[in-house]
């Protein structure tokens, strides 16, 4: 199973900062990488896929980059709403897999 | 406009059983592979099973292989999720989502608690 290690756990930024997070996959899993938001009582909302692809609708504010085991999520200038948690996913090798999720959150 | 509604949740008893329904509208669904993701607070999201759009084939997380079943009835834009034997770590949240290239989850329910407890 390809175990997925987000860090910062927490990120404590201000509106209008700039938010990098990061997955590490423990093997390589070529370009073959998610990420998701997720607010409170909601489910989670596709950002990203295949790494650097941004899913329909989501802001060009939102970025995504890296391939075999080290990728990033960069938010270029934090809007209010995108205070919340972000995970990654792989889709490289069954089982499909999540990491634990970084939270952002207003500084 | 794409929607998935969840239903079927609930309380339940250890070694008990449950099914969980996802009906789905604003999108070609007998084209799409389907899934259902969890969610826990101490184990965040976890991906549960997928299927194809013809159902013949099916993935499974080792932690609920054997004993939850998914189905799905095109004629019914619907999918489905037997689980059976239920324990106290399958109490979670569960999802369905519409999958993007196979393994990506484009589109997510609104769902459906889960409770495993005497």
């Known amino acids: 199973e390809i175990v997925l290690t987000q860090s910062p756990a927490t990120l404590s930024l201000s509106p209008g900062e700039r938010a990098t997070l990061s997955c590490r996959a423990s093997?390589?899993?070529?370009?073959?990488l998610a990420w998701y938001q997720q607010k409170p009582g909601q489910a989670p909302r596709l950002l990203i896929y295949?790494?650097?692809s941004r899913a329909t609708g989501i802001p060009d504010r939102f970025s995504g980059g890296g391939s075999g085991t080290d990728f990033t999520l960069t938010i270029s200038s934090l809007e209010p709403e995108d205070f919340a948690v972000y995970y990654c996913?792989?889709?490289?090798?069954?089982?499909?897999?999540f990491g634990g999720g970084t939270k952002v959150e207003i500084k | 406009e794409v929607q998935l509604l969840e239903s079927g949740g609930g309380l339940v008893q250890p070694g008990g059983s449950l099914r969980l329904s996802c009906a789905a509208s604003?999108?070609?669904?007998?084209?799409?592979?389907m899934s259902w993701v969890r969610q826990t607070p101490g184990k965040g999201l976890e991906w549960v099973s997928t299927?194809?759009?013809?159902?013949?084939?099916?993935f499974y997380s080792d932690s609920v292989k054997g004993r939850f079943t998914i189905s799905r009835d095109n004629s019914k834009n619907t999918v489905y999720l037997q689980m059976n034997s239920l324990r106290a770590e399958d109490t979670a949240v569960y999802y369905c989502?519409?999958?993007?290239?196979?393994?990506?989850?484009?589109?997510w329910g609104q769902g459906a608690l889960v409770t495993v407890s005497s």
């Open positions: 093997q390589s899993i070529s370009s073959y």
């Open positions: 989502a519409k999958n993007l290239q196979w393994s990506y989850f484009d589109y």
């Open positions: 295949g790494a650097s």
């Open positions: 996913q792989q889709r490289s090798i069954w089982p499909l897999t």
């Open positions: 604003g999108f070609t669904f007998s084209t799409y592979v």
């Open positions: 299927i194809n759009d013809g159902g013949d084939k099916i």
